[in-house]
Structure formats: structure tokens, C-alpha cells
């Protein structure tokens, strides 16, 4: 696993199957909820003769990175913090469903395959779930639905730069006289419940109505994204004349979960970088694509014989010169990731780690719904995912792994 990356559908399509590989070998992938969306619309796409939109969508869910994660939806995440649950924003993916488990004297949060990844091993063999092809259509009509004329009659301003409306966009949010404003605003954004609304709202009040930003951080987040968009939009910096850039913009809000982000969207090359931190970064979908292709030529001349043990044996980590994965690795891995570390007795250790892995796994199934004692911290945490014997031309494990599979 190497640096935590989001990238949206644009870097991935750019992608061949073998140059996917080293994607998932060399970078820990977070999807967001609106790639696996924008994916599925795919079904109501007009396609081109040669190809249906159902072998498309599988060509794609082929390319995903069999290890990558699933990131909670930000309208989740943000009512939660606004309810009292905070948003953890350190450069790691937020994933849901953690299970808490306990055996012995220690104890765990395990988390089962999500069943987003469940769905793209479907879409791979072109098989789609009646409610899958719903949601194809309703997020096409969504789309065609926006009007952005409207927004632009709404915030018609003058900004000649995204960092003045991005600057703007800090100012509205931050603002003292606008706390119950902007806290009303993101109920209407997020579309709040009702009942949640009044609950939010007396914690609100009961913390003496506080700025968005020290009540709700990634609240705060997400509505100056939206904030900027619309400012963007009156500015004449953002073309009114496509609906999908109210969907783009959308993959902002998941910035605080990634060190990379990483597109081939003009939009996002040119707005990302207003908000992201110095530890982190943005790269082209093509400049990935180019390294990664550079990478797939590099290991295809590796000996057949080590070749056949998986990627999983010969590259838990990059060549350690001349790519910009190995750059990006410098930059946000550990500093002695080059060094290779001995460990006596590794084996036996990572046998006797496997069977840990089994024991919890088989508790996970029997206290499937049962509390855990919560008076210490976890122990460690399991995340479970499927990953096939091969990806592309690629073995990913050794043989004898895929037999005892």
C-alpha cells in the first residue's frame, strides 16, 4: 500500500488493465460514492456502435483497483458532525461499516468487503441489479436537470481569479454576522431531515452558536466548495453552458481524504489546488497514466520465474528511481521506505498473524450485531477484500494461494 489517492472517472478511463495494476500495487485507493454513481450512469449512456453501455460500465469496473476502499458520502458524513460525530480530516479515507469485535483479551473493528466493491465484481461479468439501472436513470435525469443560469443570476459578481473566489467563498463561510445563516444553508444543501434539523440546531445553541468552521469542520468544508462553485459560476470562471460541472466540483468535497488527487478534468486541474493543503497533491489523469505505463514496461522484464509468484510478492513497493510513483512515495511514505527490512523469524510471525486473522474473522461472524465493551481502545482493525488471482495480464497472488482460495 503507498499514498492514499481519490481520482474521478476521467484518470480511470484513460487507464489499460495492466497499467490499473500498478495503480493498486503502488497506491491505497479511495473511491468516492460519486465515482461508483457516475460509473452506473454509464447504463443510460449512448454508446458508440461495437459496444453495449452494460460492457462499458464492465470495462471500467474491470480497471478499479481490486484493494481500494470505499469512502462514507459526505451528506452522511456531514450530518453525522453536525449531530455530534466529528470528521476525522487527516488525509485518510473515511470507510463505513466497521464491526466491533472482540477475542481474548483484545479487541477490533473489522470491516467486510463494502458492498460497493461487491457491486463492481457484478458489473464486471455485466450484471446489474434492478435498482442499479433505477438509480442509471434517475442520476442522468438529475443531471439534465440543473440549471446553472440560475445560479448565475443568483452570485453574479466580479472575480477575475478561482483563488479570489475561493477567498470569497472563506469569507461568506467564516463569517461572523452569518453563523444561523450559513447553518441553515448547509440543512437546505445537505438536505437535512426535519427531525435531525431541530436536533442540530438546540446543539448548536446549547455550544453558544458557534462559526460553522470550529462547529462543523468538514460541514464547513463542503459548503465553501459549494459556496465557491456558485461564486465561480456568477464570475463567468466556470462555463454555465455544462451541468456535469455541478457534478465535478462535487469530487472536492473529498478532498480532506486523500494525499493525491489526481484527474483529467479541466475543471479539477484548475480548481483543486484552492483547496488543497501543502501536504498534498494534484497530478493530471495523464501524467499517472504515463507512469504507469512506464512501470508496466519496467516489471514485464522481470524473469517469468518471479513474475509467477504475483505482484504481491515481487512489488510491495516501487522501483526507486526514475517514476513519479517513487517520487510520490518519497513525498508521502515513510522516510525509510527504501530500506529493506529483515525480520527474524518473519515467516513464523506472519504465520501465526494468519491465523490471528482467521480467529477474528470467525468471531466477526459470531457477534455479527452484538455490542463491544468500550472501555479501552481497539487493539487493531481488519479490513476484508476480495482480490482475483489475476489482473490483466497480471498474476496478483502466487499459485498456491489461488489454490487455496
Known amino acids: 500500500m503507498g499514498p492514499i489517492i481519490i481520482f474521478d472517472k476521467s484518470a480511470l478511463e484513460m487507464l489499460a488493465v ?8 503502488h497506491y491505497l485507493v479511495n473511491i468516492t460514492p460519486l465515482f461508483f454513481v457516475e460509473t452506473l450512469a454509464d447504463l443510460q449512456k449512448k454508446i458508440a456502435k461495437g459496444r453495449t453501455p452494460e460492457q462499458v460500465v464492465g470495462i471500467l469496473a474491470e480497471k478499479l483497483p481490486p484493494q481500494a476502499g470505499a469512502n462514507v458520502h459526505h451528506r452522511t458524513l456531514c450530518i453525522g458532525e453536525l449531530l ?19 477475542t481474548g483479551d483484545q479487541r477490533g ?24 439501472r433505477e438509480i442509471a436513470v434517475i442520476w442522468r435525469r438529475m443531471r439534465s ?73 468538514y460541514t464547513a468544508h463542503v459548503l465553501t466548495v459549494d459556496l465557491f462553485f456558485n461564486i465561480a459560476i456568477g464570475a463567468d470562471l466556470i462555463s454555465r453552458d455544462r451541468p456535469s460541472n455541478k457534478v465535478d466540483i462535487a469530487y472536492l468535497y473529498y478532498l480532506p481524504f486523500c494525499m493525491i488527487f489526481a484527474s483529467n478534468d479541466k475543471l479539477h486541474a484548475r480548481t483543486a489546488t484552492c483547496f488543497l493543503r501543502d501536504d498534498q497533491l494534484f497530478i493530471s489523469g495523464a501524467d499517472l497514466k504515463t507512469d504507469l505505463a512506464k512501470l508496466d514496461a519496467f516489471y514485464s ?89 489475476r489482473m490483466g495480464k497480471w498474476r496478483l497472488v502466487p499459485p498456491e494461494v489461488e489454490r487455496h482460495s
Open 18 to 25: 495492466d497499467e490499473a495494476c500498478w495503480l493498486d500495487a
Open 145 to 217: 436537470g440543473i440549471n446553472l443560469d440560475e445560479v448565475y443570476q443568483r452570485y453574479r459578481c466580479k472575480m477575475d481569479s478561482f483563488e479570489a473566489a475561493k477567498a470569497e467563498a472563506d469569507r461568506l463561510v467564516n463569517k461572523h454576522g452569518s453563523r444561523f445563516t450559513n447553518l441553515k444553508f448547509a440543512f437546505q444543501n445537505l438536505d437535512v431531515p426535519e427531525g435531525d434539523r431541530k436536533t442540530i440546531f438546540a446543539r448548536w445553541k446549547a455550544a453558544g452558536g458557534p462559526p460553522l468552521f470550529s462547529f462543523a469542520p
Open 84 to 102: 455530534g460525530y466529528p470528521v476525522t480530516m487527516d488525509r485518510r479515507p473515511v470507510i463505513g461499516g466497521g464491526q466491533q469485535v472482540v
Open 301 to 389: 522484464q522481470l524473469p517469468e520465474d518471479v513474475k509467477i509468484r504475483g505482484v504481491i510478492s515481487f512489488a510491495s513497493r516501487p522501483p526507486h528511481e526514475g517514476f513519479l510513483t517513487t517520487d510520490l512515495w518519497d513525498r508521502f511514505m515513510r522516510p525509510d521506505w527504501r530500506i529493506e527490512h529483515e525480520i527474524p523469524g518473519a515467516k513464523k510471525k506472519d504465520a501465526k498473524l494468519l491465523e490471528h486473522m482467521k480467529r477474528f474473522i470467525d468471531a466477526a461472524r459470531k457477534q455479527r450485531g452484538a455490542p463491544a465493551p468500550s472501555d479501552k481502545d481497539d487493539d487493531f482493525m481488519l479490513i476484508r477484500s476480495s482480490v482475483p488471482a
Open 109 to 132: 473493528i473489522f470491516f467486510d468487503e463494502p458492498p460497493e466493491m461487491k457491486a463492481l465484481s457484478r458489473w464486471q461479468d455485466g450484471k446489474f441489479l434492478e435498482v442499479e
